[in-house]
C-alpha cells in the first residue's frame, strides 16, 4: 500500500500521521486521531452522518480521502463546545429536545454551525432545504428545525422567518 504523510489541524490542533492513499478522512478521524463523534452511516454521502467542517465548509468525510485534506482545517463536533460549556447550537438543541438516539446529531449539528457561522437568519422552510441533506430515522424533523431557528435566534439575534 502506498503511503503519504498527511499534516492537518483538527478543532485547533495540529496533527500528522501516514495514511494509506485510499483511507476515508472518516475512517483517518475516528481510527487514526480517536476522534469518534463523525459517525460512519451510509458511507455513500446521502445520510450526513460523517459531515464535518473542512476549512468552515460542510463536507461529507466519507466521500473524502484523508490526503486530500492535507495542509487543511477540519473541525468536528468534539470542537463545538469549550470544556464543560456547550456550543449555543447544542445548548438550543438540546433544550429543544431535538434528538432520540443521537446517531445522526454530529452531522445535523455540524451542517448548522456553517450555517450559524454564516451569520444567516434563514426562513423554516431555508432551514428544512439547509438540513435536508441529512437523515434521521427517528424524528419527524420538527424538532431539529426548531433547535436549529431557536440557535439562529439565540447566535445571530434573528429569527426563523
Known amino acids: ?9 483538527v478543532n485547533g490542533v495540529p496533527h500528522a500521521a501516514a495514511v494509506e492513499a485510499r483511507r476515508t478522512l472518516t475512517d483517518f478521524l475516528r481510527d487514526d486521531l480517536r476522534l469518534t463523534g463523525t459517525h460512519v452511516g451510509c458511507e455513500h454521502g446521502v445520510c450526513g452522518a460523517c459531515t464535518v467542517l473542512l476549512d468552515g465548509e460542510a463536507v461529507r468525510a466519507c466521500l473524502l480521502l484523508a490526503v ?25 438543541l438540546r433544550d429543544c429536545h431535538s434528538f432520540q438516539c443521537g446517531f445522526c446529531t454530529p452531522g445535523f449539528v455540524m451542517t448548522a454551525v456553517a450555517l450559524l457561522e ?3 437568519t434563514p426562513t423554516e422552510e431555508e432551514l428544512r432545504e439547509e438540513l435536508s441533506g441529512n437523515l434521521c430515522r427517528c424524528t419527524g424533523y420538527q424538532s431539529i428545525v426548531a433547535g436549529v431557528a431557536e440557535a ?10
Open 1 to 9: 500500500m502506498s503511503e503519504r504523510t498527511v499534516q492537518v489541524t
Open 68 to 92: 486530500q485534506v492535507d495542509g487543511r482545517e477540519i473541525r468536528t463536533i468534539e470542537g463545538l463546545a469549550t470544556g464543560e460549556q456547550l456550543h449555543p447550537l447544542q445548548e438550543a
Open 118 to 120: 454564516e451569520g444567516a
Open 152 to 161: 439562529v435566534q439565540r447566535v445571530n439575534g434573528g429569527t426563523a422567518r
